[in-house]
């Protein structure tokens, strides 16, 4: 996680109209933003397109991004938001069901993908998207909850509980779905 | 919540045997290439068009406003057209009705005078009807 000053250095190169301020979203946030959009999204080849964007966005409103009072819970809204569109274009082009599966990938240890890695992202896909993030974001992206309350801009507390609540749902939903 | 521990355990191993995927460097040179892409194009350009957008759209709210004023006037004469004012015939006055030397409407015409107001209205109106029974009575004889 990139602390305060680099955040603020980021600013100031937008300000300056600096672009390897994109260069350095890049190193300190395109893989938690990766992660966040795919618990979005529910796959990864769209979280993919979807980060194309948030940084195509990024460029375009630089103005705003550099005036944003902290930066880190700007660019996680900003992922939400083009997160959520491509969610209602995808609905719309009947396109989701195809798009959302295979977003997990297997640990090194594991040699192939079984019912029970499709139980699981079939689980996650089914609790509300606030809860699937901060899960998301907390096993696969080992953030801790106030790291995850700083991007998602709430309290520590609101993500450890929607942590909690939503790890509660996943054991019945991985049962209903097998 | 009826959240057991061993039930945190089990769903933590499931989802351990798994990872995200980080990004990987296509995926960097894809995004970066189109960020800077669209870091060039909106450049100087755009901070100089800042404000001329809103300049734009104002004036163009204007002339869309002008030519909706223009519309609704135009409409406004051509359907009033026909109902303009025309120059009526002068009022029938009592003396004008005398000069006519009718008998029976001189007769009327004296007695509406001597009445009061409201049982004049009834006098005029009791021998209207007369008048025109006397009239479709006078036809049905000349047919």
Redesign the interface.
Known sequence: MPSESEDLEIQARLLA?D?SA??MI?KHY??DL??YL?SILGS?HDA?DA??EV??R???K?ESVAKARLLKPYLFRLARNVGLNLIKKNRRAQDRERAASD?????EE?KRRDE??HQ?EAALRVLPEKQRSV??LK???DKTFREIGEMLGISENTAASRY??G??K??PL?QEVS | ???SNE??H???M??????????SPD??E???R???E??TS??VASAEFSWGFPVLRLAASLALAMILISFANYADKRSLAQWQPVVHADAVTSNTLISWNRPGLNRLIAAAASLPERNAAQHIRRHTREIRKSLSTTEGRNE
């Open positions: 109209v672009s994109l260069d890049w395109s893989s990766l992660g795919a990864h993919e980060l194309q940084f195509v990024i460029s375009k630089r977003w997990l990938d297997l640990n594991v029970r890695t699981l899960i998301v096993f696969y992206r909690r609540y790890m509660a996943l054991e991985m | 919540m009826d959240y039930q945190d089990h769903d933590s499931e989802m351990n045997r798994h990872r995200l995927a980080p990004p995926l960097q894809r995004v970066l189109s960020a800077h669209a870091w909106t450049d």
